[in-house]
């Protein structure tokens, strides 16, 4: 089971861009990364999912490096609208659901 | 519409009451989970169903049951209703791996 380490909160300003990273050392063979991005009294939403190097889509990017021991959450120019918690999840969802954790995530400020 | 429906949103209901969460979903997912969320904590999960057939015990089940009607629904209930079961509850569904968890709105209950 992988745990993940993330930092409990984290400030910015609009326009920069903001890293998040993400420890889990004991992350397996078949285990994804994944991020998801919640606000106040909604449900996560999926970010993004990586397997390894590097992953874009058009709202953020994933780093995962080569012994895939941690991964940054990487968000471009970041608005106000981008404050929220953001949870790093390690494993195969729909296969170790069960063994998911969604931890208490980091909680984004963005200041204008 | 949501592509995964919670009814109700809101709830208060007293110590004892029986309560049932709704969820359904349009997504055609085989794979739906229920998720607990209390304030400045992660999600943490109760129960989750592979398929119509299969219904799994999360991490926090105890005082729940949950009943697989149909692939699109999938339901919560409370028999017994205590003032710790305060929470607000996540329906999510998920897809084929790796997977992505596509969650529900949410329902607040509230439990005096």
């Known amino acids: 089971l992988a745990k993940t380490t993330q930092p409990i909160s984290m400030d910015s300003y609009e326009g920069q861009e903001v890293n998040i990273t993400c420890s889990h050392n004991n992350i397996a063979t078949n285990d994804y990364i994944t991020w998801y991005q919640q606000f106040p009294s909604q449900g996560p939403r999926f970010i993004i999912q990586?397997?390894?190097t590097k992953v874009t889509n058009e709202v953020a990017s994933l780093f995962i490096p080569a012994d895939r021991k941690s991964s940054t959450l990487s968000l471009p120019r970041v608005s106000l609208s981008d404050t929220a918690v953001y949870y790093c999840?390690?494993?195969?969802?729909?296969?170790?659901?069960?063994?998911?954790?969604f931890g208490t995530g980091t909680r984004l400020q963005v200041f204008p | 519409d949501a592509d995964v429906t919670q009814t109700p949103r809101n709830r208060i209901t007293k110590t004892g009451k029986r309560i049932m969460l709704e969820c359904s979903q349009t997504k055609g997912h085989d794979r739906m989970y229920w998720y607990r969320q209390d304030p400045g904590l992660g999600l943490r999960l109760i129960y989750y169903s592979f398929d119509v057939k299969d219904i799994n015990k999360g991490e926090i089940s105890d005082g729940y049951s949950v009943s697989r009607q149909a692939q699109a629904k999938f339901s919560l209930s409370l028999e017994s209703a205590i003032p710790n079961q305060t929470a607000l509850y996540f329906c999510a569904t998920s897809d084929l791996q790796p997977g992505e968890l596509f969650f529900g709105e949410g329902s607040r209950l509230t439990v005096l």
């Open positions: 999840l390690v494993g195969v969802p729909s296969y170790n659901t069960d063994k998911l954790i």
């Open positions: 990586g397997y390894k």
